[in-house]
């Protein structure tokens, strides 16, 4: 089974080359660098889709937020 995970842009770099370009992505607190390469149009505080280290797409943040209570409510049990 593979799992994908909602995380916000927090910070970008190598913005001059599409396919090196990445970004700072914070999963509720805890901070990663990914590839933006599958999602040349991503900005900071834009929401995106990670899997495998690679945001494959964005995500408007009601429904970020909406997966990341999901998510909370998972953890409780």
């Keep these: 089974m593979c799992l994908a995970v909602p995380g916000r842009i927090i910070s970008l770099s190598n913005d001059a080359d599409p396919l ?3 970004g700072q992505i914070d999963f509720s607190g805890i901070t990663k660098e990914i ?3 599958y999602v040349p149009e991503a ?3 834009d929401y995106v889709i990670v899997h495998a ?3 494959i797409s964005l ?3 009601e429904e970020a937020t909406a997966t990341l209570q999901a998510f909370k409510e998972l953890n409780a049990f």
């Design 20 to 22: 090196a370009r990445k």
């Design 35 to 37: 590839s933006l390469a």
């Design 59 to 61: 995500l408007d943040e």
């Design 53 to 55: 280290g690679f945001a």
């Design 43 to 45: 900005a900071i505080n």
